[in-house]
């Protein structure tokens, strides 16, 4: 059997092997089912399942021949970018309908419009600050007690969203950080295989066929951000002069603000070991010193302006706080410990990127002589590697995202690890023809298509269910979200107002503010009986967690609140 033949066999079988544990771990010997779980069952499962016989067939054929001499002219590649930015903008309507359905997402777009208005939070009105979890359960910092609302996340990506709504619709943001993502993934790759215009093709055709990198692009996520930015990093970095390293200090700057401290040292901290392998002391030097100056600037000053400005507020009871110290502690002792989930975070990964993008990046990581790791001709497979090997092994709960969004700032050394994985596979002069790179292309189309229209379908209930409270004729909707998966990520802030129906969540609506809620508004209540038939998933309801709920409904029942049934003032949610 040739090579060429095995490498396809070995893919199927891992495949094949890395889907039947998960199956066995989380649907044999688990009976635990939660939001993975649902991903796995509705979305990830047919396209692994459609992988191994893919790769299996793949083995049948022969694909002798003369690999790409000649690449596109930047023009069409230009061309081809600027097309994935337009469909990431489309698709935010198109396949969500412009809705955010996670908080992350919701935060990014929260944050965006205080920061449109040279605030660092939205200022709380006086008559809400007894309601301010209620209105704002989760991911809000500590720091705005209860005269602001601040998001718990870093500020550069929603300041970025900020800037171009001044001229542009803010939901291009993503977009275009995919498009700089992939001018900056094809200038790297040119850099790098600079004798190999197939393994640049390849590469590029790993970044372009991924479903993730696309349909993240529709979202609000700062996944995005991450992958544009760190791509930007490396081919500043790869210049290897003053300009180069300098400009690669600043996009640090602006790349660890995005929303979460630790996504890009994790992706450059194994290219500053690789100076320092190669003995390059003054680089290694002024790297550590400017990830210090960032350390301190993120995870100290920056909190410290948050409560300098909101000095004297009582802290927000169930706030995060946002400092580096905390950062650090809660990501060992919190997700390290406890929110591990391997099987099903790789399958996802897999499903939602080209097929052989995991095999060919195993395959280009073999080619570093590790024997030789601190030796001074290390090549850049050693931190392409070492990088990707790392976000391998924190493969921690992600709750939503399409594909595994934690690697996402990954995807491009991914790629740039099967590129040269292509040339150890079509051997030193090109002898394989471009053929199974095209297939798993075609295969991509097929399966991102079918995921497209997945995540469409999950996200809808979601959609309608907000608007349906939305539509509540009431001044406050109060949501029992008990019975729905995630459910609670209806409630949010539009926009930046308090539009009416208010929604709050009545976990978080203390009892004693009840009465006067009823008396001084019109008050209604939603609950599973609303929107379970809309299609949310529904959620199994804890004793544990219901009791202070079911006190709550008792209560509004003996005073007579939010007892009538629901009104709606518009009904375009039916349709939508």
């Known amino acids: 059997m040739t090579f060429t ?7 199927a079988l891992f495949v094949a092997a890395w889907a039947g544990l998960a199956y066995l771990f989380h649907f044999v010997f688990s009976r635990y089912y939660a939001l993975p779980e649902i991903f796995m069952v509705q979305q990830d499962r047919f396209v692994l399942i459609a992988t191994v016989p893919f790769l299996l067939l793949m083995t049948l054929f022969r694909f002798d021949g003369k690999a790409a001499r000649l690449l596109p002219p930047p023009a069409m590649v230009l061309g081809a970018i600027l097309l994935f930015v337009l469909i990431g903008w489309a698709g935010h309507y198109a396949v969500f309908g412009g809705y955010s359905l996670s908080r992350d997402e919701q935060m990014g777009e929260f944050a965006t419009f205080y920061l449109r208005e040279g605030r660092l939070g939205m200022p709380i009105p006086a008559e809400w600050r007894d309601y301010v979890r209620g209105i704002n359960p989760i991911f809000m910092s500590v720091y705005g007690g209860d005269i602001a609302w601040i998001s718990n996340y870093l500020p550069v990506h929603a300041a970025f969203r900020a800037l171009l709504s001044h001229v542009a619709d803010p939901a291009l943001t993503s977009p275009l950080f995919l498009g700089l993502g992939y001018i900056c993934l094809w200038r790297i790759a040119l850099r790098l295989f600079p004798d190999r215009p ?12 991924s479903t993730q990198l696309l349909v993240m692009s529709m979202t609000a996520y700062a996944m995005s951000a991450h992958f544009g930015l760190n791509m930007l990093w490396l081919a500043l970095f790869l210049r290897d ?45 002024f790297y550590l010193f400017a990830y210090a100056l960032i350390a301190i600037i993120w995870g100290k000053l920056y909190p410290a302006l948050l409560a300098d400005l909101y000095s004297g507020t009582k802290p927000l009871q169930g706030g995060k706080r946002i400092d580096l110290g905390f950062r650090i502690y809660h990501l060992i002792t919190h997700r390290l410990g406890k929110d591990m989930l391997p099987l099903l975070n790789l399958s996802r990964f897999m499903a939602w990127n080209n097929i052989l993008l995991m095999p060919l990046a195993l395959l280009g990581a073999m080619q570093f002589r590790w024997r030789r790791l601190l030796s001074r001709d290390a090549t850049i497979l050693m931190p392409l590697a070492i990088g990707c090997a790392m976000g391998l092994l924190v493969l921690v709960y992600q709750a939503h995202g399409w594909g595994y969004r934690y690697l996402h700032g990954l995807i491009g050394s991914f790629c740039l690890l099967g590129g040269f994985g292509w040339v150890r596979l ?46 509540v004729d009431a001044d406050i909707v109060l949501i029992d979200t008990r019975g729905g998966v995630f459910i609670q990520d209806i409630i949010r802030v539009d926009d930046g107002k308090l539009s009416r129906p208010i929604l709050m969540d009545l976990d978080f609506v203390r009892k004693d503010t009840l009465k006067h809620l009823c008396d001084s508004y019109k008050v209604r209540l939603y609950d599973w ?13 804890s004793h544990r967690f219901s009791a202070g709920r079911e006190k709550k409904r008792a209560y509004l029942e003996s005073i007579g609140c939010a007892q009538e049934p629901l009104a709606y003032t518009r009904w375009g949610w039916r349709q939508n």
């Open 241 to 285: 002069d003053w300009k180069g390293h300098a400009g690669a200090a600043l996009v640090a700057l602006l790349a660890v603000g995005l929303h979460q401290f630790h996504f890009h040292p994790m992706f450059a901290a194994p290219f500053i070991l690789w100076l320092a392998v190669r003995r390059r002391w003054g680089a290694v030097a």
């Open 5 to 11: 033949r095995r490498f396809f066999l070995c893919s």
């Open 198 to 209: 197939d393994a640049v093709l390849v590469t590029l055709l790993l970044g372009f066929s």
């Open 529 to 541: 009986s609303d929107f379970l038939p809309l299609g949310v998933p529904p959620a199994r309801m």
């Open 426 to 471: 079509s051997g030193a002069g090109g002898r394989l023809s471009m053929r199974p790179v095209w297939l798993a292309v075609g295969f991509a189309l097929l399966s991102g298509a079918f995921l497209t229209m997945k995540a469409h379908d999950f996200v809808k209930p979601y959609a309608r269910a907000y608007q349906r409270a939305k539509s």
